[in-house]
């Protein structure tokens, strides 16, 4: 899937950048490694959700190498649904701390349980399919699923299509992401379409779909969609952030977005109901969003609910980069001073001027 567009880089890195867009491949956040999970797991053929359970029996599977292609290992030729399993031990000592699961990039589909419950996925299974090849696959790990000191059990479903199949290549393992106030990655509630009611505190969003957040929806079930979509979340807000000024990082949104926080407008790239596409400021899908959450808004020691209206007009769309979190103030302006990656000349300074009054 080709996405063009223009780029504020030269040389060489302009080539290598154009080069990454245009595979649809998302480069993975820096983080620390914790954990190393490269090395050998169980792994068998066939499909059986029974398979994500901690107390399933897998003492007959066959032990493979990760990351490297199941054809190179004794499955040459085999298409289709493949499980593999791995226990980890997550010291005590990491309590408290915001961690992810990497697993690199996994040909074609995949979804991640973490003690039996599902913590991410890309792509979409037959009958729906839809390969997220090139996508690297970073999944937050909620830490009430965590059992510190003891044993702890992956279980990753794959599909793959055609060609080398399984976890292909990356480092992967458990890392520690930056310690957010309000880490919102993770699963979200979905649908295409457009509707005002469903920014909504009491909306009924029951029958919609499960995404990961961040993540290309093409990746995850809506391949070739451009149009309207909105995502929903309900949040808990802590006692401790209160009298805080906090700001919503919403991560980047391919193309144009509105977020409302229990039914209130608290940010915007703009009238995204009213001009064309092409009329846009063509630099806002590079954009990470940061909106200052009006006094009030926030319901503490609370549930909250967050919904995002987002347009596309141009192949992948979505929320598809993080972080995705609610920042105090201090800590934004902190992870904002550590950021490596430049934004649009001038738009970043704009952005950060509009957002603090200064």
């Known amino acids: 899937m080709m996405k063009n567009r223009i780029v504020n880089t030269t040389g060489f890195q302009t080539i290598i950048f154009i080069l990454l867009l245009s595979a649809g491949i998302v480069l993975p956040q820096s983080s620390k490694k914790l954990i190393d999970l490269n090395g050998r797991w169980k792994f068998s053929i066939g499909d059986d959700i029974n398979r994500m359970k901690t107390d399933y ?90 059992r510190f000191g003891k044993e ?87 006692d401790r952030l209160k009298g805080k000024e906090l700001i919503l990082v919403a991560g980047k949104i391919d193309d144009f977005d509105q977020v409302f926080i229990n039914g209130r407008l608290v940010g915007s790239t703009g009238p995204i109901n009213d001009l064309p596409y092409w009329m846009h400021n063509r630099e806002e899908w590079q954009i990470l969003r940061a909106y200052k959450i009006p006094a009030g808004v926030l319901k503490f020691g609370e549930m909250n609910t967050i919904a995002i209206r987002v347009y596309d007009g141009f192949v992948d769309g979505g929320i598809y980069e993080g972080p995705v979190s609610i920042l105090t103030k201090e800590n934004y302006a902190k992870y904002n001073r550590s950021r490596r990656q430049e934004e649009p000349e001038g738009f970043g300074e704009k952005w950060l001027k509009n957002l603090f009054g200064n």
């Open 57 to 146: 029996n897998d003492k007959s599977w066959e032990s493979i190498k990760v990351p490297s292609s199941w054809e190179d290992q004794g499955f040459h030729g085999y298409n289709g649904h493949a499980w593999y399993r791995r226990s980890v031990v997550i010291p005590t000592g990491l309590k408290g701390k915001s961690l992810s699961l990497e697993l690199g990039r996994i040909d074609d589909v995949d979804q991640v349980y973490f003690n039996g419950e599902l913590i991410g996925l890309s792509g979409s299974f037959p009958p729906d399919y839809s390969t997220a090849y090139n996508a690297w696959r970073k999944y937050t790990i909620p830490e009430n699923l965590i």
């Open 152 to 238: 702890n059990l992956i279980s990753v479903r794959v599909y793959d299509a055609e060609l080398s199949g399984g976890i292909l290549e990356g480092y992967c393992g458990i890392y520690e992401m930056l310690n957010w106030d309000l880490n919102l990655t993770g699963l979200w509630k979905f649908s295409t379409g457009d509707n005002p009611k469903w920014k909504e505190t009491n909306y009924n969003d029951r029958n919609w779909r499960s995404i990961i957040v961040p993540g290309y929806w093409e990746y995850q079930g809506e391949e070739d969609y451009d149009g309207y979509a909105w995502y929903r979340l309900k949040f808990y807000v802590p």
